[in-house]
């Protein structure tokens, strides 16, 4: 399985930006999808993530209520979709994909993306 993150960008506080993940390759539906960030300095830490078939998702405290991960299983993508940015948002965001039933937990996942970079100025 290959992901491919796309979307990050320098935007300011406040604004919005759309993150993707295109998955290609040996996918399966039963896959759980996550969002992983890491700003510099600082452990990757669990953003959000959306089951393939259920529908259902969770997040981090930190973006609850201000971002949203949803997916397209017919284009095999997954979308983050980020509003009301802080510079505290700034990381690399990174895609992830396990053939269990996912956690809040990296070690849990089996496939990852390159990362794609988020800067919010203030």
């Known amino acids: 399985v290959q992901l491919q993150a796309s979307g990050g960008g320098l935007v300011q506080a406040g604004d919005s930006l759309r993150l993707s993940c295109a998955a290609s390759?040996?996918?399966?539906?039963?896959?759980?999808m996550g969002w992983f960030r890491q700003a510099p300095g600082k452990e990757r830490e669990f953003v959000g993530a959306i089951s393939w078939t259920g529908g259902s998702s969770y997040y981090a405290d930190s973006v609850k209520g201000r971002f949203t991960v949803s997916r397209d299983n017919a284009k095999n993508t997954v979308y983050l979709q980020m509003n009301s940015l802080k510079p505290e948002d700034t990381a690399v965001y990174y895609c992830a994909a396990s053939k269990g039933p996912g956690s809040r937990r990296s070690y849990q996942y089996d496939y990852w993306g390159q990362g794609t970079q988020v800067t919010v100025s203030s």
């Open positions: 390759g040996r996918t399966r539906s039963s896959y759980v």
